[in-house]
């Protein structure tokens, strides 16, 4: 007990550590987090003393349109508050999952000195359980790249982009094994700012039996089209095949705003 108290503990303090801080101009930004039925994600907003935290604070479907609940949030220094989408809403069956944007765009009035740390977390209806936590930043690689992760045989590994606005997201997603060969059928994607899709990869096609374990490598190749430069923000979920829970969650690292390589909204 004590053990799994101290790597949350550990894990909250690495995602506050490492989410940007959005200024008045900069929105904060998410990949696409996926939920089922039985869970909760909440976005959660700080504003970092000394500054106050002014923003619009919601949810996007995979099409771009809003979805469940937004909230125009002032806090002065030092104050939190979190905004709560049910999946239950979202989902009619066991299995089910749903994939959601976060979203954090800072009021147009907002003061220079305007600073949300904002984190999405996805939690367990029933027990309150941290399943996911997500830290939000100001830009991300403009190319993703992910490591290796294991899935089983009831497990699926998913791999979402999302293009968010105003960038598109043109190229293709896809698997390799760890030799570097592909793996299963990879996807052309072509989403215009705010779309978001996912390719799936079940642990079924590459072990066959329980307790065997196959690693994977998520692709994502971006291009450009002659109009428009493309970005493409990218996470990497394993899931259970039973109840659509999580049991993984990849997020592409951050960047700072100020990098010359990375992509900022």
Do not use: H, W
Not at 1 to 12: D, R, Y
Not at 17 to 35: K, L, R, Y
């Amino acid at each position: 007990m004590k053990k799994n108290t101290l790597i949350f503990a550990l894990s909250v303090f690495i995602a506050l550590a490492t989410g940007s801080v959005a200024s008045a101009q900069d929105p904060t930004n998410f990949p696409m987090v996926g939920i089922a039925r039985g869970q909760t994600l909440l976005l959660n907003l700080v504003a970092f003393p000394p500054n106050p935290c002014m923003a619009q604070a919601g949810f996007e479907s995979s099409t771009g349109a809003p979805v469940g609940p937004s909230q125009a949030v002032t806090l002065a220094p030092g104050q939190s508050v979190s905004l709560a989408l049910n999946g239950n809403s979202l989902t009619s069956a066991i299995g089910q999952r749903v994939e959601v944007l976060p979203t954090v765009v800072p009021a147009p009035a907002a003061v220079a000195a305007n600073a949300c740390v904002a984190t999405a977390e996805v939690i367990d209806n029933l027990l309150g359980v941290t399943m996911v936590l997500v830290p939000g930043a100001v830009g991300f690689p403009p190319a993703p790249v992910f490591g290796m992760l294991g899935v089983t045989l009831l497990q699926t590994v998913r791999l979402n982009v999302v293009a968010y606005p105003p960038t598109p997201c043109i190229g293709q997603i896809g698997f390799a094994d760890k030799n570097g060969n592909q793996i299963g059928t990879p996807m052309a994607v072509d989403l215009s700012p705010g779309q978001a899709t996912f390719l799936d990869l079940p642990g079924n096609t590459l072990v066959n039996g329980l307790g065997q374990r196959a690693e994977v490598n998520p692709v994502v190749t971006v291009t450009s089209s002659p109009a428009a430069v493309s970005a493409c923000v990218a996470s990497a979920e394993v899931y259970d095949n039973g109840i659509g829970i999580t049991a993984v969650y990849f997020p592409p690292s951050p960047c700072s705003p100020s990098s010359t390589s990375c992509v900022v909204f």
